[in-house]
C-alpha cells in the first residue's frame, strides 16, 4: 500500500520508532503498522487484512461460534509471527461490534489474546467510533469539520467532528435477520429495517458536504469501480463519488451473478452477499443525514489506534 502521513504532537528530539495495530471487526481483522519520526509525523507502513466472519450466527446464539474463534485466532497466529519477525515491540489491539454484544466475549477476548500475544481491549461504539475518525484524519482530501460512517458488521459508526455515535445494526446482523425473514423482497426489506434502525439518529445542524465512508458497501463499490480488491483499497486516488455513481455501481452489481461479484473485489461469495445489506444501510443514513457526495477509504479503526500507540510515550 502507499504509504501515508500524519502529523504526532510537537517534538523534535523524539526518537523514530515502529508500532502496531489491530482491530478484531465483526467481519475482518486488520493489522496495521507504521513508524512515527523525530518530527512526530506517522506513517503506515503495511496493512494486512483478512475475513474471518467471527460475528457469524452471533444474531441466532448470542455467542461466537466455537468456528469463528477458531478462524479468528489462526489469523492472529499469524499476525503474531509477523510481529515477531518484524521485531514490532510495541502493539495494541481492539476488539469491537461482535465482541460487545456476545455472552462469552471474556472467554472469546482471552483466547485471543493468548494467540495474538497482545492483549485485546474491546471498545465502546463511541470509542469505535472516535477510533475510526482519527484514522480517516490521515486520508487526503480530510479537513475539519470532519464526516464519517463506518458501516460494520454488527454495528455502524457515525462522527460529525468531535460528536461519535453508534447503532447496534450492521452488515453481519442485518443480512441474517433477512434471511431469518424470509420476505418475498429481500432488498425492500432491508431498505425498510435500515431506515428503521437509522431513524433515532440524532442530524447535525450544519453537516460538511462531503462524508467518508470508512467502511461498508460504499468501499465496496468504489473499490469495484476503479478495478481493485476490497482487501487492499485504500482511497487514497478516489474521488469523492456522488449518489448517482454509487448507485449506478449498485445496479451493475447486481447484474452479476454471486461468483462474479465476489472475484470481481477479491472475496468470498458470502463476504459479497453481505453488500446488499450495505447499500440498505448506506442509502439510508445518506438519506438521514441529506448527504450528497461520499469519499470512500481504506482507513478507519486500525490507523487511528496506531497513530494513537505512536502518540503515547512508551512505558
Given at each position: 500500500?502507499?504509504?501515508?502521513?500524519?502529523?504526532r504532537?510537537?517534538?523534535?528530539?523524539a526518537?523514530?520508532e515502529?508500532?502496531?495495530?489491530l482491530d478484531?471487526?465483526?467481519?475482518?481483522?486488520?493489522?496495521?503498522?507504521?513508524?512515527?519520526?523525530?518530527?512526530?509525523?506517522?506513517?503506515?507502513?503495511?496493512?494486512?487484512?483478512?475475513?474471518?466472519?467471527?460475528?457469524?450466527g452471533?444474531?441466532?446464539?448470542?455467542?461466537?461460534?466455537?468456528?469463528p474463534?477458531e478462524?479468528?485466532g489462526?489469523?492472529?497466529?499469524?499476525?503474531?509471527?509477523?510481529?515477531?519477525?518484524?521485531?514490532?515491540?510495541?502493539a495494541?489491539a481492539?476488539?469491537?461490534g461482535?465482541?460487545?454484544?456476545?455472552e462469552?466475549r471474556?472467554?472469546?477476548v482471552?483466547?485471543?489474546?493468548?494467540?495474538?500475544?497482545?492483549?485485546?481491549g474491546?471498545?465502546?461504539?463511541?470509542?469505535?467510533?472516535?477510533l475510526?475518525?482519527?484514522?480517516?484524519?490521515?486520508?487526503?482530501?480530510?479537513?475539519?469539520?470532519?464526516?464519517?460512517?463506518?458501516?460494520?458488521?454488527?454495528?455502524?459508526?457515525?462522527?460529525?467532528?468531535?460528536?461519535?455515535?453508534s447503532?447496534p445494526?450492521?452488515?453481519?446482523?442485518?443480512s441474517?435477520?433477512?434471511?431469518a425473514?424470509?420476505?418475498?423482497?429481500?432488498?425492500?426489506?432491508?431498505?425498510?429495517?435500515?431506515?428503521?434502525?437509522?431513524?433515532?439518529?440524532?442530524?447535525?445542524?450544519?453537516?460538511?458536504?462531503?462524508?467518508?465512508?470508512?467502511?461498508?458497501?460504499?468501499?465496496?463499490?468504489?473499490?469495484?469501480?476503479e478495478?481493485?480488491?476490497?482487501?487492499?483499497?485504500?482511497?487514497?486516488?478516489?474521488e469523492?463519488l456522488?449518489?448517482?455513481?454509487?448507485?449506478?455501481?449498485?445496479a451493475?452489481?447486481?447484474?452479476?451473478?454471486?461468483?462474479?461479484?465476489?472475484?470481481?473485489?477479491?472475496?468470498?461469495?458470502?463476504?459479497?452477499?453481505?453488500?446488499p445489506?450495505?447499500?440498505?444501510?448506506?442509502?439510508?443514513?445518506?438519506?438521514?443525514?441529506?448527504?450528497?457526495?461520499?469519499?470512500?477509504?481504506?482507513?478507519?479503526?486500525?490507523?487511528?489506534?496506531?497513530?494513537?500507540?505512536?502518540?503515547?510515550?512508551?512505558?
Amino acid at each position: 500500500m502507499t504509504p501515508h502521513r500524519s502529523r504526532r504532537g510537537s517534538g523534535s528530539d523524539a526518537a523514530p520508532e515502529r508500532a502496531a495495530a489491530l482491530d478484531l471487526g465483526s467481519n475482518m481483522v486488520r493489522l496495521v503498522t507504521g513508524s512515527v519520526d523525530s518530527q512526530g509525523f506517522v506513517t503506515v507502513d503495511a496493512k494486512r487484512v483478512e475475513v474471518t466472519r467471527i460475528a457469524e450466527g452471533l444474531g441466532a446464539t448470542g455467542r461466537l461460534g466455537p468456528d469463528p474463534i477458531e478462524r479468528t485466532g489462526r489469523a492472529l497466529d499469524r499476525f503474531a509471527r509477523v510481529l515477531r519477525e518484524e521485531a514490532i515491540g510495541r502493539a495494541a489491539a481492539v476488539a469491537t461490534g461482535a465482541f460487545r454484544i456476545a455472552e462469552n466475549r471474556d472467554d472469546a477476548v482471552a483466547r485471543l489474546s493468548d494467540r495474538l500475544g497482545v492483549p485485546v481491549g474491546v471498545v465502546s461504539g463511541e470509542r469505535e467510533a472516535a477510533l475510526a475518525r482519527r484514522g480517516v484524519r490521515g486520508a487526503p482530501g480530510a479537513v475539519e469539520p470532519l464526516a464519517m460512517l463506518d458501516i460494520g458488521g454488527t454495528s455502524t459508526e457515525i462522527a460529525v467532528g468531535s460528536v461519535a455515535s453508534s447503532i447496534p445494526t450492521g452488515v453481519v446482523n442485518l443480512s441474517e435477520a433477512c434471511a431469518a425473514a424470509r420476505p418475498d423482497d429481500p432488498e425492500a426489506w432491508l431498505r425498510r429495517e435500515a431506515d428503521r434502525v437509522v431513524a433515532g439518529l440524532a442530524t447535525p445542524a450544519d453537516p460538511p458536504a462531503v462524508w467518508f465512508a470508512a467502511g461498508g458497501a460504499a468501499v465496496a463499490l468504489a473499490a469495484r469501480r476503479e478495478g481493485e480488491g476490497l482487501l487492499t483499497f485504500t482511497g487514497d486516488r478516489t474521488e469523492p463519488l456522488d449518489r448517482a455513481a454509487l448507485a449506478a455501481e449498485y445496479a451493475a452489481f447486481r447484474t452479476e451473478d454471486r461468483g462474479a461479484r465476489a472475484a470481481r473485489l477479491g472475496i468470498t461469495v458470502p463476504h459479497a452477499d453481505l453488500i446488499p445489506a450495505g447499500w440498505a444501510l448506506l442509502e439510508a443514513l445518506l438519506d438521514r443525514f441529506d448527504v450528497l457526495h461520499v469519499r470512500p477509504t481504506g482507513r478507519g479503526v486500525a490507523e487511528g489506534l496506531l497513530a494513537e500507540t505512536l502518540r503515547n510515550p512508551a512505558p
